[in-house]
């Protein structure tokens, strides 16, 4: 969700697809956020996003 991508030479994303964290897919709907000109809701969803995937771990097999 950064925008970069694995050189570093792609701009930023201008849309994402996301649903709420911590609660199932088959609860919530798929929200469709697309950046404008002088809006702020895609740049707090991405930093949002962002905090929780920096504090991520890799999933292991056998762990909950």
Excluded: I
């Amino acid at each position: 969700m950064s925008g970069k991508g694995t050189n570093g030479q792609h701009p930023a994303p201008a849309h994402a697809l996301a649903c709420l964290y911590g609660e199932p897919a088959s609860l919530n709907p798929t929200l469709h956020y697309r950046k404008v000109g002088g809006g702020t809701v895609f740049d707090h969803y991405v930093a949002s996003f962002n905090a929780v995937w920096n504090t991520a771990t890799p999933w292991r097999e056998g762990e909950n």
